[in-house]
């Protein structure tokens, strides 16, 4: 049999106006837990938690578009837990109420400044389990990826046979996909990426078919 011992718990929730897939990310030992990007709906985040007993540590964002932080306020403020951004996404997130009213027609209330950063090199320990802090900037100007064993979280950097947008302020094509060549591509082809949009996928099942990809590296 497997050891299922360091297998995390991984549930996504679709919320938000841009089905935006927030996670909840635990360690079944400990019952300690993060959320991944709180992009709406901060009730059925607090319910799956309550739902689970789980301890959350932080609020953990890969990347500040508005769609990704809807939720943060909420969360925080009902955890009492710190929240973590990559240092060149802070712009980005002062820029949310903008954005909100310009894309969606309605205000928002800023979301809470950052506790700590969360950059490339770092390590983000949720229990017994580790996840390597990668940076993969391109579809925002500091995003992040956090790599486990087994699985991937990679915002918005890589969709299942898509990749994110870059007509974005801060958005850079080439910068994307030289993130996705030099950082994505080397990991193991089972690695099961969760993207910010979208079911998901493996490295390897992009390698072989995403379009982008493909027509990138030749």
Request: a negative charge; charged letters at 20%.
């Amino acid at each position: 049999m497997s050891d299922t011992s360091h297998t995390p718990h991984i549930e996504m929730l679709t919320v938000g106006p841009l089905a935006t897939n927030c996670y909840l990310l635990g360690d079944p030992q400990s019952r300690q837990a993060v959320v991944i990007d709180p992009g709406d709906e901060a009730e059925r985040i607090l319910a799956a938690v309550r739902d689970g007993v789980w301890q959350v540590l932080a609020v953990v964002l890969t990347h500040a578009h508005f769609d990704h932080v809807l939720a943060a306020r909420e969360l925080i403020g009902k955890l009492q837990v710190p929240f973590l951004v990559p240092p060149g996404e802070v712009v980005v997130l002062h820029r949310a109420q903008e954005a909100v009213y310009r894309w969606l027609g309605y205000e928002i209330e800023a979301p809470p400044d950052p506790d700590g950063p969360l950059a490339d090199g770092d390590v983000l320990e949720v229990g017994s389990l580790r996840f390597d802090v990668i940076g993969t900037p391109g579809h925002s100007p500091d995003a992040i990826s956090l790599v486990g064993e087994n699985e991937i979280f990679v915002g918005d950097t890589l969709f299942a046979g898509s990749i994110g947008r870059t007509d974005l302020p801060g958005a850079d094509y080439a910068t994307l996909m030289r993130s996705i060549e030099q950082r994505l591509l080397p990991l193991d082809d089972e690695m099961v990426v969760y993207p910010g949009h979208g079911p998901t996928t493996t490295i390897g099942r992009e390698r072989r078919f995403n379009p982008f990809i493909l027509d990138w590296i030749g």
